[in-house]
């Protein structure tokens, strides 16, 4: 299976909880853009307004390998500077605010997704399981949570609770993928290979001004033990996106027992951070409701022990002063609505079937959990 083989392959449109007014403080720009993620259309829209980023606020991001329509507010004196139109990006002013858009200000999103490069199994396969997708599937956080986790072993806000710093720091400025430059790449395996040896490591950072590793290593090449201060240098979103990974991923493993619990039969799919299980069918009459995420200070909760246990951890480790846990309640099960799908040939792969799904999801919730639970992979 082949997903957003090609842009429009992946299309996503927020729909905003706000009502736009006809004057206001706040600009209001509905912007669609293809190949670029939500920060660099907001540098686009930042200089088009002659606005610094303070002033710019979205209601959510969007994924850079998809066609997508989102919502931006812009603090400027002249809105007509937002209408404009360029090869992956344009721009059109819809109304304005008062106050500006903040992350959540949505209702959630609508999708269209086409999975291509399938076989007339795979397509028996996502015929078979279209009712049961309909009537709800687990509301997993899927992969794109975890981007943290690419190129290390293990969690980094782990690695924090439990107070070991280095290994934590390690992993952040030693992690290597393919989609890091060359430049990036040779950097963190030099300083993978020469650890401890700071004064080396900062003659390689020389000129990667206001990055991770230059942060890093230029703290430890002046306070050579202080991981836990080094571990602080990183921008504070970055940190902020650990720590939400790892309290997701606690979440997920607690929920997986949950569809084991409710469900006569599962099937498994791999994911960023280990394995989701689907039910092929809910037991008759199941209404899972809500189910907390991990906090330091939370009522008794026999799934919540039983997941801390294997990962060697205890309710007490979440109380941090590098973040604040909140116990949320998230609901178990993620129903699509208006849910759709049809099927045809594949024009862009020979012999190949294509299938199409439409739905809306509220915010929050993962569209490709529902392509997992519909092609089982």
């Not at 004064?199 to 990055?211: A, D, I, M, Y």
């Not at 240098?233 to 991923?249: D, K, P, T």
């Amino acid at each position: 299976m082949k997903l957003r083989q090609i842009p429009d392959d992946f299309i996503v449109e927020e729909l905003p909880c706000r009502e736009w007014k006809s004057s206001g403080r706040y600009s209001v720009y509905k912007v669609s853009k293809v190949g670029m993620t939500t920060f660099a259309a907001e540098k686009v829209l930042a200089t088009h307004c002659d606005a610094p980023f303070k002033k710019i606020g979205f209601a959510g991001l969007k994924d850079t390998h998809a066609r997508a329509v989102q919502y931006f507010s812009v603090e400027t004196d002249k809105p007509e500077c937002g209408n404009f139109r360029e090869p992956h990006i344009s721009s059109e002013l819809v109304g304005y605010l008062d106050e500006p858009l903040r992350t959540g200000d949505l209702k959630g999103n609508s999708f269209i997704i086409a999975a291509r490069d399938l076989s007339e199994k795979d397509v028996a396969l996502a015929k078979k399981n279209f009712e049961q997708v309909r009537l709800g599937v687990p509301n997993y956080f899927d992969s794109q949570r975890f981007g943290s986790l690419k190129g290390v072993s293990g969690f980094i806000a782990k690695d924090v609770l439990k107070g070991d710093y280095e290994s934590a720091v390690k992993k952040v400025v030693t992690a290597t993928t393919r989609h890091q430059k060359s430049r990036v790449r040779a950097v963190r395996k030099f300083i993978s290979a020469n650890w401890g040896n700071w004064p080396s490591c900062l003659n390689q950072v020389e000129g990667l001004e206001r990055t991770v590793e230059g942060n890093v290593v230029r703290h430890l090449s002046e306070f050579p033990s202080d991981f836990k201060g080094a571990f602080q240098r990183l921008f504070r979103g970055i940190r902020e996106i650990f720590f939400s990974a790892y309290q997701s991923f606690i979440w997920n493993e607690c929920v997986k027992r949950i569809v084991r619990q409710n469900s006569k039969e599962v099937f498994s799919v791999d994911y960023e951070a280990g394995r989701l299980v689907f039910p092929r069918a809910w037991n008759p009459g199941v209404n899972l409701g809500t189910f907390p995420s991990v906090a330091p200070v939370m009522p008794e909760n026999k799934i919540i022990d039983e997941v801390l246990k294997i990962e060697g951890m205890q309710l007490s480790h979440f109380s941090s002063e590098e973040h604040i846990f909140i116990a949320r309640e998230r609901s178990v099960v993620l129903v699509p609505e208006n849910f759709e799908i049809s099927f045809g040939d594949d024009e862009l792969n020979k012999n190949k079937k294509k299938v199409v799904v439409k739905f809306f999801l509220s915010k929050g919730s993962y569209a490709t959990i529902v392509t997992k639970a519909l092609f089982e992979q």
